[in-house]
C-alpha cells in the first residue's frame, strides 16, 4: 500500500511558467512533509518542507501548500527554469519516525 | 566537500557473491541513514543508526542484509548471497543532532547491479 503517492509520473513546462507538482497521501498521522529534487547520478536534495501546523510555506520561487483534509500537498515553482528539471520527490514523516517518499515527478523546463 | 560521500559508486556483482558499500556521513552527523531506491520508486527506508546504535530496521531489511557503524562514524552495509532483485540504488543519508532526523542530507548513492 502506497501512502505517498504522486500520480504524475512526468510534467513539461514552458521556462518562466508555473509549474505545478502534486502529492497525495494516506496515512493521517503524518505530521511533516518535504520535497526533494534529484539530478541524475546524485542523491536527492532537500528543496522545503511543511509542518502540519501550517498550510503554506514559500522560500523564493518555491511553495508549498498543504490541505490536510484532502491529504494533499503540492510543490509551486514560479517561474520553472530550465535548471529546474529534475526529479522531485514528495516524502511524509509521522512524529518522528522515518520518511516515506512518493515514487517522484519527472520535471521538465523547456526554454 | 563535506557532504555525505559513498563507495563504490557502481557495482556490479554476481549472484551469490558478498557485496558491501561504505558511508561517511557530515562530519558530527549523529543520525544515519540507508535507504534503498529501484527504478520509477522514491527511496524506501531500510535502517538507521543514531550515533552506533542501530536503531530500527526496515522489514526490508532481509537477513542478509547487514549494516553497522562501530564508531559512530562511518557505516558499512553489507548483502550476502546476492539476488538479482537486490539491484537498486543505495542511498545513505546522515542528519544533524537537534532535529530529530527531520534534516536529512543524502549521499550519491551506490548503484548496485546483480548479474
Known amino acids: 500500500d502506497q501512502q505517498v503517492k504522486q500520480n504524475s509520473p512526468s510534467l513539461s513546462v514552458q521556462e518562466g511558467r508555473i509549474s505545478i507538482l502534486n502529492c497525495d497521501y494516506t496515512?493521517?498521522?503524518?505530521?511533516?512533509f518535504l520535497w526533494y529534487k534529484k539530478y541524475p547520478a546524485e542523491g536527492p536534495t532537500f528543496l522545503i518542507s511543511i509542518s502540519s501546523i501550517k498550510d503554506k510555506n514559500e522560500d523564493g520561487r518555491f511553495t508549498v501548500f498543504l490541505n490536510k483534509s484532502a491529504k494533499h500537498l503540492s510543490l509551486h515553482i514560479v517561474p520553472s527554469q530550465p535548471g529546474d528539471s529534475a526529479v522531485y520527490f514528495c516524502a511524509g514523516n509521522n512524529y518522528g519516525q522515518n520518511f516515506v517518499f512518493g515514487p517522484g515527478t519527472r520535471l521538465s523546463v523547456l526554454p | 566537500d563535506t557532504g555525505v560521500s559513498q563507495d563504490p559508486r557502481h557495482k556490479i556483482t554476481k549472484r551469490g557473491q558478498n557485496v558491501t558499500f561504505r558511508c561517511d556521513p557530515i562530519s558530527e552527523h549523529n543520525r544515519l541513514y540507508w535507504y534503498r531506491q529501484t527504478l520509477g520508486q522514491g527511496p524506501e527506508f531500510l535502517t538507521y543508526?543514531?550515533?552506533?546504535?542501530?536503531?530500527?530496521k526496515s522489514r526490508l531489511l532481509s537477513d542478509r542484509f547487514s549494516a553497522e557503524r562501530p564508531k559512530g562514524s562511518f557505516s558499512t552495509l553489507e548483502i550476502q548471497r546476492t539476488e538479482q532483485g537486490d539491484s537498486a540504488m543505495y542511498l545513505c543519508?546522515?542528519?544533524?543532532?537537534?532535529?530529530?532526523?527531520?534534516?536529512?542530507?543524502f549521499g550519491p548513492g551506490t548503484r548496485l547491479t546483480v548479474t
Open positions: 543519508a546522515s542528519s544533524p543532532r537537534m532535529t530529530g532526523g527531520l534534516e536529512q542530507y
Open positions: 543508526f543514531q550515533n552506533e546504535a542501530q536503531l530500527e
Open positions: 496515512n493521517s498521522m503524518f505530521d511533516y
